[in-house]
């Protein structure tokens, strides 16, 4: 299983990205996979997640109204659209991925990981 995270980058406050992770070797159909981050002072915290059983999908609190977690089944693609970015949005975003699960915000029960990708928003 190989997960790789890429479209970080330096943005102004209320700016948008678009993260996306690309993901190969997954050998079930049911998988969870989602988004952590984690910034200068805290620890790696879920963000967003994506269960491919009934497509079902998380955000944390903070950031609901702003990111939109999608998945192109057929690219093996997962994106994170991020808008009206905040200066404490700025983290490095990791993607991660679960076969034979569902999706959840516990970074520690993932098993697979891709490297992490900047996203530094300017005030």
């Known amino acids: 299983v190989q997960l790789q995270a890429f479209g970080g980058g330096l943005v102004q406050a209320g700016g948008s990205l678009r993260l996306s992770c690309e993901y190969s070797?997954?050998?079930?159909?049911?998988?969870?996979i989602g988004w952590f981050r984690q910034g200068p002072i805290n620890g790696r915290v879920g963000t967003s997640c994506?269960?491919?059983?009934?497509?079902?999908?998380w955000y944390e609190e903070s950031v609901k109204d702003r990111l939109t977690i999608s998945r192109d089944a057929a690219k093996s693609t997962l994106y994170l659209q991020m808008n009206d970015l905040k200066p404490e949005d700025t983290a490095v975003y990791y993607c991660?991925?679960?076969?034979?699960?569902?999706?959840?915000?516990?970074?520690?029960?993932?098993?697979?990981w891709g490297q992490g990708t900047l996203v530094t928003v300017s005030s």
């Open positions: 994506f269960s491919s059983a009934d497509n079902s999908t």
């Open positions: 991660a991925a679960n076969l034979g699960s569902i999706g959840n915000s516990s970074p520690g029960t993932y098993r697979y």
């Open positions: 070797g997954f050998t079930s159909p049911f998988y969870g």
